[in-house]
């Protein structure tokens, strides 16, 4: 993320010991340990959640690299849990809904009538890898206007055809210039090894809150879990 004076929002975490060490389940790129869900350890999640929240600035950007810095497709990692790559479904569209004025669903082709924006940022696994790619695709505010978000709606859920992963966000992140609805890579039509034909993307989460292969984006009134976070990985999973 960019420069400021004091303490970064990382540093603040770890000084209120927010940040655990990092798991390893099934080569999961980008995670966090976190708490489960109920009891004791379950409300100190939902603080840790409230603290991070606190400390995200949606106005703060990571900063963007210059052209040619990508690293080659071959040797950017790829992460799915199905047994092989996913295959899109016949007649694939993403469904958008929950609580908006109009329930859409958008065929890739329709998504990129869209206003583009291209990210190109370097992405940081806490498993010690890190990679750089461009990515091209629609803001998810940017949709959230085109179908009239209701202001009630505190939570983006994000399904997907992955063997059904999915993972739910903040709205204040999900609505940072730097999260998109990806449908490009490196300028080229995503590759399916990195969630084709529509994955989500952001500057601004841990790696496992970032779903490939999307089918829904529905947005709702209140937090939800996820794929990993229903197996106890945090929630907020901010970097």
Not at 185 to 201: E, F, K, S, V
Request: aromatic share 10%; with cysteine; hydrophobic share 40%.
């Amino acid at each position: 993320m960019g420069e400021r004076s004091g303490l970064s929002r990382r540093e603040a975490l770890r000084l209120l010991g927010l940040f655990g060490a990092p798991l390893a389940v099934g080569g999961l790129a980008g995670c966090d340990n976190a708490a489960p869900s109920e009891g004791f350890l379950g409300a100190m999640e939902r603080w840790n959640a409230r603290v991070q929240a606190a400390l995200f600035d949606p106005h703060r950007l990571a900063p963007e690299l210059r052209p040619g810095t990508e690293t080659p497709l071959a040797a950017f990692p790829r992460y799915f849990i199905s047994p092989g790559v996913p295959a899109a479904p016949a007649g694939w569209r993403l469904k958008v809904g929950g609580l908006v004025r109009t329930p859409l669903t958008l065929t890739v082709d329709e998504l990129r009538r869209l206003p583009m924006t291209s990210v190109r940022v370097r992405h940081h696994c806490v498993e010690g890898w890190s990679a750089v790619a461009s990515w091209q695709g629609v803001r998810v505010r940017d949709l959230a206007e085109r179908v009239g978000v209701d202001p009630r709606a505190t939570v983006v859920e994000l399904r997907s055809f992955d063997s059904g992963y999915w993972s739910s966000w903040d709205r204040p992140s999900a609505f940072h210039p730097q999260t998109i609805l990806a449908y490009g890579m490196n300028g080229a039509p995503l590759p399916p090894g990195h969630g084709a034909p529509l994955r989500l993307y952001s500057a601004v989460k841990l790696g496992y809150k970032m779903v490939k292969y999307l089918t829904e984006v529905n947005f709702l009134p209140g937090p939800t879990g996820g794929y990993w976070e229903n197996q106890g990985y945090e929630w907020f999973a901010g970097v």
